[in-house]
Nanobody
Framework: QVQLVESGGGLVQAGGSLRLSCAAS????????MGWFRQAPGKEREFVAA????????DYADFVKGRFTISRDNAKNTVYLQMNSLKPEDTAVYYC???????????????????WGQGTQVTASS
């Protein structure tokens, strides 16, 4: 059974930092591109960042470029999201996800991801 478990969320003042972790089990982690998405109240779940299977390629939504960094440790079956310079508009539940395919380019749409974590709340207060 595949499990993705996020941790590291919390309450932080605007301008602060958090590092999210997502521990994976039940799948060959190094075979999957991984992504982070977020969903704010009343809004659609949106793409934040993605990383290739070996960590060599990353991509970000424009609204987090220069502030967030995605990384992974395949030996620990874990993907991370380092979030710096947090803004109140970053407040959301953050989800990690495993890509539906095990090859090809990074993906940015929800339906392209097959496994999801339960999410972790991030709140940046003004």
């Amino acid at each position: 059974q595949v499990q993705l478990v996020e941790s590291g969320g919390g309450l932080v003042q605007a301008g602060g930092s958090l590092r999210l972790s997502c521990a994976a089990s039940g799948l060959t982690f190094s075979s999957y591109h991984m992504g982070w998405f977020r969903q704010a109240p009343g809004k659609e779940r949106e793409f934040v960042a993605a990383i290739s299977r070996n960590g060599g390629v990353t991509d970000y939504a424009d609204f987090v470029k220069g502030r967030f960094t995605i990384s992974r440790d395949n030996a620990k079956n874990t993907v991370y999201l380092q979030m710096n310079s947090l803004k109140p508009e970053d407040t959301a539940v953050y989800y990690c996800a495993a890509d539906r395919t095990t090859s090809g380019p990074l993906h940015y749409r929800r339906f392209e991801y097959v496994y999801w974590g339960q999410g972790t709340q991030v709140t940046a207060s003004s």
